[in-house]
């Protein structure tokens, strides 16, 4: 299983708003063959991992390790629970029940009602951290929200005055473009537009560029901006309009709502199982006074502001899950102690 994680892996970034998922199959205690989900759209892990078995005929005495229930519907590909029965597998050791409620258990019955054995929750928790946006997105009905900042170890993230200033060193700047990467969407608010000009791209790393969110209530931002160069999918949150160019959006919300929730509400309406808050404070700490923050990123660099300026984010009942370094920086990565996905089982 831990195999069949590492292969899941693989498709990150390439599968959304699907899962990431990675089979292994195993015949007398030897690998015939492994497969993962590699574009969404195209074959699933089953299907990869039994077309790369050279002999079909082993496959009714093999015992098959897929990191997320297999399907039982047809979406894009046929059910894959369809597949497993067709070739005979009998023995079938499964990480996480799918939450989605097109598949939710319905796959795991099928298997059984023929007779399989199924085997469910071997490396629970590691399955659902892999596909914690996946997970998030079925069972909270809204994105995955990671929040991000840097901070200078006085604890700022910005002047008060409004000019620019960079904190972070170069290598976290292309580890976040590696993220850019990996998740389908970024976020900032006005105040961040109007002062760096970001074009929220992947240009210091390969790979697809996420959809570019910008939160402008009452439409301040001047056309100029890269943000409206409609390089790549923008959407603007706002109360005024609503229009659709290509790759440019403006997206009308209601004013009698509460906003964080509407505008989350829109973002799963479209499928976009995961958000990258890139700033700046103001909308950092409404993500954080409404609860609906997942994770937090935090480079916290080694200078100091030695000057007022805007204060870091504060993080109420934050779990600390990791701590490492970034050259220079140190970078911290937080939990929401009150998000918690749900546990998977037998079916």
């Given amino acids: 299983m831990r195999r069949a994680l ?25 690998i015939i063959g492994e497969g993962w989900h590699q574009q969404y759209g195209g074959p699933h892990a089953e299907v990869n991992a039994i077309n790369a078995v050279a002999d079909k005929s082993l496959l009714p ?17 046929p059910p894959c629970a369809d597949l497993l029965i067709q070739h005979g ?42 596909n914690r946006f996946f997970f998030t997105y079925h069972t909270q009905k809204r994105p995955h929200i990671l929040l991000k900042w840097a901070e200078t170890a006085d604890g700022f993230i910005g002047k008060t005055d409004g000019t620019k ?39 210091a790393w390969t790979g697809k560029n996420p959809t570019r969110i910008i939160l402008d209530k009452d439409l301040q931002l001047p056309a100029s901006l890269n943000l409206f160069d409609q390089s790549q999918p923008t959407l603007v949150y706002n109360y005024k309009k609503q229009e659709t160019l290509p790759n440019l959006e403006w997206v009308m919300l209601d ?14 309406k479209r499928q976009l199982n995961a958000v990258l808050i890139e700033g700046g404070a103001v909308l950092l700490n409404s993500f954080i006074r409404a609860g609906l923050w997942d994770e937090a990123c935090v480079f916290k660099s080694n200078a100091n502001l030695a000057d007022e300026g ?29 998000t918690k996905l749900p546990e998977t089982g037998e079916a």
Wanted: aromatic letters at 4%.
């Fill in 310 to 338: 805007i204060l870091a984010p504060i993080l109420p009942l934050a779990l600390l899950k990791h701590v490492s370094h970034v050259a220079s920086d140190k970078l911290l990565i937080y939990l929401n102690n009150q």
């Fill in 255 to 268: 004013k009698n709502e509460d906003l964080i929730p509407a505008l989350l509400h829109d973002l799963y």
């Fill in 165 to 203: 200033l960079w904190i972070s060193n170069n290598l976290s700047k292309k580890l976040v473009h590696k993220w850019r990467t990996e998740l389908p969407a970024i976020m900032i608010g006005t105040r961040t537009a109007l002062i760096d000009n970001p074009q929220l791209n992947t240009r």
């Fill in 61 to 77: 005495a093999s015992r098959l390790y897929v990191t997320l229930e297999p399907c039982s519907h047809y979406g894009k590909t």
């Fill in 6 to 30: 590492e292969l899941a892996l693989l498709g990150q970034g390439k599968v959304a708003p699907n899962p990431m998922v990675g089979c292994v199959i195993v015949h007398e205690n030897k």
């Fill in 89 to 130: 597998v009998k023995d079938v050791v499964i990480c996480n029940t799918d939450p989605n409620p097109l598949v939710k258990g319905a796959g795991i019955r099928k298997l059984l009602a023929t007779g399989c054995q199924v085997h469910v929750g071997l490396l629970e928790a590691e399955g659902l951290d892999l």
